[in-house]
């Protein structure tokens, strides 16, 4: 696994932007009164958990995915909002469309995230220089603050976005000669995709800094953490080759949901795999995707949590899809304990149309499907739907 | 036991029946031919318990009678690589060593008891109907058929052929419920109803062994199996369960819309554009308008698309249906006329292929499903 490209030095000039605490700027755009307070987004009920918080809830400790209840614990005099995906991809379009307009090479890695790929342009303006004036113009046409990091790779530009963060200027140029002096004190808790696993499992090897970590043998690492250890080895020596790519192929479909309180109500369940299999159909359809397998998943009360998948042929029809789920969760729902959580996800999805079926399908049938997904097109994704789904 | 027999003779035999045999078979003795000598006549089946097939040869033989199974992969491939020229075979009754004597030396291995072989399953005769059709009538009829047939495990009566007889006609249905092939002969008439699901095993067997024989073919069945007497083959196989969808009902009736088209061009047309098609769906699109028909194909993900114009008579609206153009080209393939009418009612229902020129004694219609294109 060690080749020569493990040590190979990066040149390149790679901008990691991140929009600083999003969710909570774009609540802020909408309502000024918000500024200066502690503002903590998620969902409401004691089952949500925190998507979002301003610096002022941070400073009581509180963070994203730390559970509501304890969130209010922690900050009961927050503003606590629900939250409204809708507008928070929206704006997070405005941004990747200003992106989009001044850079021919970028990534959006989330919803408040995007890579750029700047190699080249420096010597036509200086990369610092461009990136700077980009993130003015971010700010000035969206009004949403946002910070970057301009380094030789995706992880070290994301690494110093974090730094950057800390600091007034909010934006941080590593280049490519200090790369290692600038990691080299960092705590190994900033490499992206270091869990807190691996974090306590490196700690307890007394590797604290991401310098203890370049030097410790990358055999050793491999022995340690596998795969694994290498690629978190070369991230702490400052290489990661992994290029900005533009597109991602959706390799699923899916979605879940912890229910406000546990339940055994099986027409309950029943229907909500109705409504969720229907909503998700209406997404592989609007993709122009068919799926090749469903998998259901359960989650009972005390965590124990099962899924089971059963290959189909291609489709995107409703009544298939739905037959099948619930099918699929008449046979895992086994145990006779409390439901915690439900879920249903498409996988081997392909793009393409449906065959029709001589026997199963009538032209009626197929009609209906166009006609009602003109109609939620039109009127939004709940305007139609099967009575067993609503509630 | 011992005969003698020419090696091509016995070797031309035992593989137009050898694909009875099945590579997973149930019992040891099913992977032998059952080699039943009577007099000078030498029966030989090969079996899977479904399906069963049994031709004979003369030989001559001086030495009794018997009945013995031999290993059959060791027979073939042993026959494979001898040249032309008579075998005696010589079988111990009691210690069930076969010795295959050749020109040059001599081959000996081990049979199983001709006892331990199944019996075959013997007609129904209460139950029983029979009818005699040429050889070419059969073999036509499965030849067209027996590429629609599916391959689902969920749902048997699919996997093969549907025979349907009547006083009118005989029927040969086939569907993998996205295309669907009715075959009829006006030539072929019985004075019962009756109809029979012939898997597609058997079929296949049958279409195989038709093409050397001559003559007429005897079709008995009850409702359990089929028999296919042939002048020197005998098939016998069990017919599969449960009643086959009423595929008359599904085949749309009036439709506004036809075009005729030359079958080769569009058969041609299509195996260019559908490699511009999406891999995984395989969709290619009929535009049809005044007397042009467009065969188009893309596939986004790749940025890869094609089309071609073809001329064609066309009488009815314009209209775009899209079809999978693997099932398009086998129809296109298994039809035999030089022009075709595509008869077309809505992009969500079934379109109907049938041959310009008909015989008179035929009536072939063909149907194929087609892929919802979202609009």
Sequence with gaps: MISETTF???????????????????????????????????????????????????????????????????????????????????????VTDIIAEKVPVYEKASIDEH???????????????????????????????????????????????????????????????????????????????????????????????IETLSLVPPEMMERVLGKNGIDLWRKANGIDLTPVERYHERKSIGSEQTFETDTTDMRFLNEWVVRITERLAFELRCRHKLTACITVKIRYADFDTHTIQKRIPYTSFDHVLIREAKELLQRLYKRRVLVRLLGVRFTHLVSGSQQ?????????????????????????????????GFY | MKFVVSSSELLSHLQAISRAISSKSQLPVLDC??????????????????????????????????????????????????????????????SLVVDIISEKGKYNFVAQAGEDYPVIPGIDEDKASKLQVPTSLLLTGITKTLFATADDELRPVMNGILFEFSPNNLTFVASDSHKLVRYQRLDARSDFEASFILPKKPAGLLKNVLPRESGDVVIEFDHKNAFFNLPNYKLVCRLVEGNYPTYNAVIPQGNPNKAIVDRVDLANTLSRVSIFSNQASNLVKLHLSNDEMVVSAQDIDFSLSGFEKLKCQYEGDEMEIGFKSVFLSDILENISSGDIIIELSDPSRAAIVLPFDKNEDEDELMLIMPMMINA
Excluded at chain 1, 45 to 70: I, W
């Design chain 1, 8 to 94: 190979q030095p990066d040149n390149r000039q790679i901008v990691h932007m991140d929009l600083d605490t999003f969710f909570v700027s774009v609540e802020r755009l909408q309502n000024s009164s918000l500024n200066g307070k502690p503002v903590i987004i998620g969902g409401l009920s004691d089952r949500g958990v925190v998507a979002g918080c301003s610096y002022e809830a941070r400073t009581f400790g509180v963070h994203s995915a730390m559970p509501m209840r304890m969130a209010r614990q922690l900050c009961p005099q927050a503003v606590y909002i629900r939250g409204d995906m809708d507008a928070y991809s929206r704006y997070s379009r405005v």
């Design chain 1, 356 to 388: 029709l079926n001589l026997f199963e399908d009538t032209p009626e049938q197929v009609n209906l499907y166009l006609a009602m997904d003109r109609i939620r097109k039109r009127f939004g994704k709940e305007a139609v739907g099967r009575a067993a």
């Design chain 1, 115 to 209: 890579y750029l790929d700047l190699t080249g342009m420096d010597r036509y303006f200086g990369c610092y220089k461009f990136s700077h004036e980009l993130r003015q113009t971010i700010v000035r046409e969206t009004g949403l603050p946002i910070s970057f990091g301009l380094s030789v790779n995706k992880t070290v530009s994301k690494i110093a976005t974090g730094e950057a963060k800390r600091g007034p200027q909010r934006e941080l140029y590593v280049e490519a000669n200090r790369v290692r002096p600038f990691l080299n004190p960092l705590s190994i808790s900033r490499i992206p995709m270091l869990g807190p696993k691996t974090f306590r499992l490196l700690r307890s090897m007394g590797i604290e800094k």
């Design chain 2, 33 to 94: 031919f059952l080699f039943d000598l009577k007099g000078t006549t030498l029966s030989i089946t090969a079996s899977d318990l479904e399906v069963t097939m049994t031709t004979s040869m003369e030989t001559d033989s001086n030495d009794g009678d018997g009945k013995v199974a031999l290993p059959s992969k060791m027979l073939l491939e042993i026959l494979k690589k001898l040249p032309e020229q008579p075998l005696t075979i010589d079988v111990s009754m009691s």
